[in-house]
T-cell receptor, first 113, second 116 residues
């Protein structure tokens, strides 16, 4: 069974640009979570999607947004990139709202220059 | 506000020995869950073990056990018989509140290096 897959694995963007990160959950999982892991720091909760709806949001500015598609895959969009957005972005999936059993992907490493 | 504290930035252990990674937490909720994740250099977060706040026995999963001391608000991870493949970053995390927020709060992590 395929795990959580994220694309791309690495990305370099210029300050002010926009970026879209993608996540495919484990088959059967309806919840998708996004986390940001800046260098040397722990994970910070970004967003939780389930059944196509945003269910919860972390303490991030509105330029961080996303969506979930009918097949439960998800996109994370970041507008007006800033240097401090450089981080590893991790996606996880689980059955509805059960982060206890969340399985993570390998992440997308975003570098903003 | 809920908070997870991991006070050991880095730890060394000899192969085949046991090691304890510390985690303390702060919450006013009665119902909560505590987790440990392993993050190898590849970046993926690997779920290791879970302890619910009402679980009376310490959780165990193979070589991993969670030393849960509720009164002291600590949830230390014990890895027995360390292996070279255990070298990684380890994160303690907490499910926020009794309700369903979908959010986990993570500590800053501990880097474990296993020496041959």
């Amino acid at each position: 069974e395929a795990g959580v897959t994220q694309s791309p694995t690495h990305l370099i963007k210029t300050r002010g640009q926009q970026v879209t990160l993608r996540c495919s959950p484990i088959s059967g999982h309806t919840s998708v979570y996004w986390y940001q892991q800046a260098l040397g720091l722990g994970l910070q909760f970004l967003l939780w999607y389930d059944e196509g709806e945003e269910r919860n949001r972390g303490n991030f500015p509105p330029r961080f947004s996303g969506r979930q598609f009918p097949n439960y895959s998800s996109e994370l969009n970041v507008n007006a990139l800033e240097l401090e957005d450089s981080a590893l972005y991790l996606c996880a999936s689980s059955w509805y709202g059960v982060p206890t059993e969340a399985f993570f992907g390998q992440g997308t490493r975003l570098t903003v220059v | 506000a809920q908070k997870i504290t991991q006070t050991q930035p880095g730890m060394f252990v000899q192969e085949k020995e046991a090691v304890t990674l510390d985690c303390t937490y702060d919450t006013s909720d009665q119902s909560y869950g505590l987790f440990w994740y392993k993050q190898p250099s590849s970046g993926e977060m690997i779920f290791l073990i879970y302890q619910g706040s009402y679980d009376e026995q310490n959780a165990t999963e193979g070589r991993y056990s969670l030393n849960f001391q509720k009164a002291r608000k600590s949830a230390n991870l014990v890895i027995s018989a360390s292996q070279l493949g255990d070298s990684a970053m380890y994160f303690c995390a907490m499910r926020e509140g009794a309700g369903n927020t979908g959010k986990l709060i993570f500590g800053q992590g501990t880097t474990l290096q296993v020496k041959p």
